[in-house]
């Protein structure tokens, strides 16, 4: 979501949380307001500190396909506290490795568009839950 009027749509649909692509500190601070957990996206330290500003300890590192497990962990330095939710081109055989360098979820839905992929995803929680 990018606007109030989004914001809005969602609350009126009774939604559970709301979720950007970036930060923007109106939508946060309404879906504050109206106590809906929100996950702006971020690409960056300062988009970090600007959520952490704002109250949130939960983010979505996005694109994350393109900005990797190396960001991961270089934000995770001086980030320990913050969680971080990566998404954007996230694919199966790569899940694991964003885990492991600091990822708390990985979102993979593109990934559930074919059996083959759903499969695939099913594969992974199976193997993680074995672990």
Known sequence: MTSIEQLDAAAAAEASFTVSPGLDERV????IRRGLPHLPGVSTAGDILRAKGLGLTWVKAFPASLLG???????????????FVATGGMRVATAQTYLEDGVSVVGLSAEF???KGA???????VTSAAS
Not at 28 to 31: A, D, L, N, Q, T
Not at 69 to 83: S, Y
Request: no cysteine; aromatic share 6%.
């Open 28 to 31: 946060v601070r309404e879906s």
């Open 119 to 125: 499969e695939a995803v099913k594969n992974l929680l």
């Open 113 to 115: 568009a074919s059996d």
């Open 69 to 83: 497990t190396e960001w991961v962990k270089a934000m995770k330095g001086p980030f320990p506290d913050v969680k």
